[in-house]
């Protein structure tokens, strides 16, 4: 049987079919569940902490990363650039060439992220001795991490390490991160939701564009935070680079939808994507139903815009654990509400960006009551992708993202819109199918 | 001939009609640079000064207000409160009764706003020591000036005037001012164009809906304020009232749209709107070819929601110089740009937004090159409203408006939409008629 097949008869459309309707029926019930998890998310930014802290049986010599697992020999450009870098800025090695001979001695660790409540956009580092912001979905009480955005250009995300990247990560840790934690812990933290919200409302989509989130978030931290560090000079270096940076925002998006999609995990016949993460090598996608397991294939190529100066020859494959954003519904498939992103993207028009949100209707299960799309008559975005809908209608959740240069140490050369490829869909339908006996 | 008989007999859309042909092609080459100049202006804050530096010639009794000139006896509640308020604020009287009698007495020169280079919000009040932005529009050099924004609640602008009221207004001259003065200085000026671009993009009008606007220039001023405010405690009062205010951006929106109509006055033959406002007793408009004459009527009641507590019982008549920003080509001319708005001013859908923005193009000359909506595909705003389509269409210009209480004291009590009266277009058509020669 073909996998469009096997799909179709796993769907509930066919509940017709003799002998698994109960098994339909369960599919229904899990998936509205699903639904109901999803829009009942309540994220909040609660503090910021250290990994050791939260994670203190991952030492020095454990990186985590992007996406789902991989060896160091087939990563790609930029994430090997980030890991000499943390190594570096973990005190592991001097020099680049020590920190690679190191990486590449089997006496690192690398794990993913998404296995320790955690995302990081593009190469996704946390390291033993990085801040990450700790949000909590207050519905359900689990808490997810996201490390500080660090801003544009050259930056360890992008796969840049030199000494300027990492003499920032220090400020990030040493002084950034403990007035961030005082000044949230005084506000009794951050609603998140609320913030995503009128940031949609803004043409945000908060994958690409957050430049509404980052400065409503700076709307309200400013006057804590001016409260809350006494230290003029460091107040001025503080509201500087937050208020400087129009992506800051992003990173507090993605733990708020790793929070949100984190309790859909393992529902018991739910067909419910909920991750999407890749590592620069492989793209991987988790399925409510079919618990951590990943279903994975070679990443694709973004087609996009170029920085001046660089071009498609330079890209990186797809990379970073951001397509969280997807996930929980915004991002590419809200593309609608943030017209504006599709000129720094690529899409040819606004009616091209609307098409992509009404196609994103039909792989998904749900409206979010919450996150509406005033542009669209304040419809709500669609969440929870079905991997049954991909598989039946050929169409893929479109991601906006970032672009990286293959080679390490470069960083950003552009942005532009990638799907996850259709083998992820299709192998997670045939292991439901297995698993489910259909 | 009827008046709509005469305003066809002007347009050049009739220029077959022996005899004036000559005027017609005036008409239009006239127009034609009104639109230039509105799209060549390039309004950038560059200075915050007290009225009485500006205008030396004008001493405390002389008081500025929104709208065409009124006198004391027909002045509705909130503008009365509003004075009543700022006599006690120049200390011309101690109390309300002596500040009443004295404004009564005749003693106290009441004139526009608008015939001084300014304008200001609902009541529009701007006393001797009252600080204002100074907007320049560079590409002709003519200056502009607005009242800073107080704030929502209880405030002058909406004819409130107790001691909390008049101590806030005090704060706003001794310690806001010179603060915003020195670090716009520093800045070297903000480029309020591109901040009106960028919040348009963002789902402000920049009437009713200027949240974008006040992040992004909160983004761009609070960095720089910490460096120029070195008293901490201060520094954190005034983060926290301009991060703290949702309107902060209006009235460097409408100081923009001063500067920017300004250079559109005096040019011979054209038939452009150069300014709408309201004193709560009469709507006025003035014409490009007619000079500084304003073209009155009484004001109609805006129609819209109200804030618990209040009905349309308790509204005021329309009021305020706010409608400049209308004149330029935004507020209620956008609205199909801030689908958000709707909610707030009483529209019923995004549908209704976004018929009235088409209408708008019906009686507008031209789209703004900068003033872009990208909801609507990156259409330009609806610049330049032309008296003879007004009366030829019948289709007025839609005002997006706050509604003040009809007594002197009370405040803002709700929001909505409201339209000038057809008389004063009807009677500019007239005037220009009998300029003419028509």
Same mark, same amino acid.
């Given at each position: 049987?073909?996998?469009?097949?096997?799909?179709?008869?796993?769907?509930?459309?066919?509940?017709?079919?003799?002998?698994?309707?109960?098994?339909?029926?369960?599919?229904?019930?899990?998936?509205?569940?699903?639904?109901?998890?999803?829009?009942?998310?309540?994220?909040?930014?609660?503090?910021?902490?250290?990994?050791?802290?939260?994670?203190?049986?991952?030492?020095?010599?454990?990186?985590?990363?992007?996406?789902?697992?991989?060896?160091?020999?087939?990563?790609?450009?930029?994430?090997?650039?980030?890991?000499?870098?943390?190594?570096?800025?973990?005190?592991?090695?001097?020099?680049?060439?020590?920190?690679?001979?190191?990486?590449?001695?089997?006496?690192?660790?690398?794990?993913?992220?998404?296995?320790?409540?955690?995302?990081?956009?593009?190469?996704?580092?946390?390291?033993?001795?990085?801040?990450?912001?700790?949000?909590?979905?207050?519905?359900?009480?689990?808490?997810?991490?996201?490390?500080?955005?660090?801003?544009?250009?050259?930056?360890?995300?992008?796969?840049?390490?030199?000494?300027?990247?990492?003499?920032?990560?220090?400020?990030?840790?040493?002084?950034?991160?403990?007035?961030?934690?005082?000044?949230?812990?005084?506000?009794?933290?951050?609603?998140?939701?609320?913030?995503?919200?009128?940031?949609?409302?803004?043409?945000?989509?908060?994958?690409?564009?957050?430049?509404?989130?980052?400065?409503?978030?700076?709307?309200?931290?400013?006057?804590?935070?001016?409260?809350?560090?006494?230290?003029?000079?460091?107040?001025?270096?503080?509201?500087?680079?937050?208020?400087?940076?129009?992506?800051?925002?992003?990173?507090?998006?993605?733990?708020?939808?790793?929070?949100?999609?984190?309790?859909?995990? !393992?529902?018991?016949?739910?067909? *419910?994507?909920? @991750? #999407?993460?890749?590592? $620069?090598?492989?793209? +991987? =996608?988790?399925?409510?139903?079919?618990?951590?397991?990943?279903?994975?294939?070679?990443?694709?190529?973004?087609?996009?815009?170029?920085?001046?100066?660089?071009?498609?020859?330079?890209?990186?494959?797809?990379?970073?654990?951001?397509?969280?954003?997807?996930?929980?519904?915004?991002?590419?498939?809200?593309?609608?509400?943030?017209?504006?992103?599709?000129?720094?993207?690529?899409?040819?028009?606004?009616?091209?960006?609307?098409?992509?949100?009404?196609?994103?209707?039909?792989?998904?299960? !749900?409206?979010?009551?919450?996150? *509406?799309?005033? @542009? #669209?008559?304040?419809? $709500?975005?669609?969440? +929870? =992708?079905?991997?049954?809908?991909?598989?039946?209608?050929?169409?893929?959740?479109?991601?906006?993202?970032?672009?990286?240069?293959?080679?390490?140490?470069?960083?950003?050369?552009?942005?532009?819109?990638?799907?996850?490829?259709?083998?992820?869909?299709?192998?997670?339908?045939?292991?439901?199918?297995?698993?489910?006996?259909?």
């Amino acid at each position: 049987m073909g996998r469009r097949e096997l799909s179709e008869r796993i769907s509930f459309r066919n509940n017709a079919i003799g002998g698994v309707d109960i098994i339909m029926v369960d599919i229904e019930k899990a998936n509205a569940e699903a639904i109901n998890r999803i829009n009942r998310g309540e994220p909040v930014l609660k503090d910021v902490k250290y990994r050791h802290e939260i994670f203190p049986e991952l030492d020095k010599k454990t990186i985590l990363h992007a996406g789902p697992p991989v060896k160091w020999d087939i990563m790609c450009g930029p994430l090997k650039g980030a890991i000499i870098g943390a190594i570096r800025f973990e005190g592991l090695a001097k020099t680049e060439v020590e920190a690679e001979q190191l990486a590449a001695s089997g006496d690192i660790t690398f794990l993913p992220n998404h296995d320790f409540d955690t995302v990081g956009p593009m190469t996704g580092i946390t390291s033993y001795s990085m801040p990450v912001f700790v949000v909590e979905n207050t519905s359900f009480g689990n808490l997810a991490y996201c490390m500080i955005n660090e801003g544009l250009g050259k930056v360890m995300r992008f796969g840049a390490n030199d000494d300027s990247v990492l003499e920032r990560l220090a400020w990030i840790r040493d002084e950034l991160a403990p007035a961030v934690k005082v000044t949230v812990a005084v506000m009794d933290g951050i609603n998140l939701k609320v913030l995503l919200a009128k940031a949609l409302a803004m043409g945000d989509e908060m994958h690409q564009r957050n430049i509404a989130g980052s400065a409503m978030f700076g709307r309200e931290f400013f006057p804590a935070l001016s409260k809350t560090v006494t230290d003029i000079a460091k107040l001025q270096r503080i509201i500087e680079f937050v208020a400087g940076n129009e992506q800051w925002f992003l990173n507090l998006a993605m733990a708020a939808g790793k929070a949100t999609m984190d309790p859909v995990r !393992g529902i018991e016949g739910s067909t *419910v994507v909920t @991750a #999407m993460a890749r590592n $620069g090598t492989n793209f +991987g =996608i988790r399925v409510s139903g079919l618990g951590d397991q990943w279903f994975q294939a070679p990443v694709e190529q973004p087609r996009g815009l170029y920085f001046p100066g660089y071009s498609a020859e330079d890209a990186n494959p797809d990379m970073g654990d951001s397509t969280i954003v997807e996930t929980f519904g915004l991002g590419g498939m809200v593309m609608a509400a943030a017209p504006a992103v599709t000129q720094f993207i690529g899409a040819t028009s606004v009616d091209e960006a609307v098409r992509y949100t009404r196609e994103m209707g039909e792989i998904t299960l !749900g409206k979010s009551p919450h996150y *509406v799309m005033p @542009a #669209m008559n304040f419809e $709500g975005a669609p969440t +929870g =992708i079905d991997i049954r809908a991909v598989v039946e209608t050929g169409i893929l959740p479109i991601i906006n993202t970032g672009i990286a240069h293959k080679e390490p140490g470069v960083g950003q050369v552009g942005a532009g819109l990638v799907s996850p490829p259709m083998k992820c869909f299709e192998d997670a339908v045939v292991a439901f199918a297995e698993k489910y006996g259909f």
